[in-house]
């Protein structure tokens, strides 16, 4: 689901509840509101993003970490 940003053109998309798991064809990560990303939406394992912003990782530091997670993605 879309869901528009006030007046911007911001728009964040919210992913529906699953009925049925397709692991094998999933393309999803998910970032909670505390900074954790999960490469599965079914998971618990998380990965740290927000501990490494604050500390003063650079964008680089950032993908570098996005690319390794997701390169372990369950």
Do not use: W, Y
């Not at 940003?5 to 998309?13: L, N, T, V």
Request: with cysteine; hydrophobic share 40%; proline share 3%.
């Amino acid at each position: 689901m879309k869901k528009q940003i006030g007046r911007s053109q911001s728009a964040a998309r919210f992913i529906d509840s699953v009925t049925a798991p397709f692991c094998s064809t999933c393309n999803r990560i998910r970032l909670t509101a505390d900074g954790k990303l999960r490469t599965c939406l079914f998971s618990l394992r998380e990965h740290d993003l927000l501990g490494p912003m604050r500390a003063g990782a650079s964008d680089a530091d950032v993908a570098d970490l996005l690319r390794a997670a997701v390169a372990t993605k369950e």
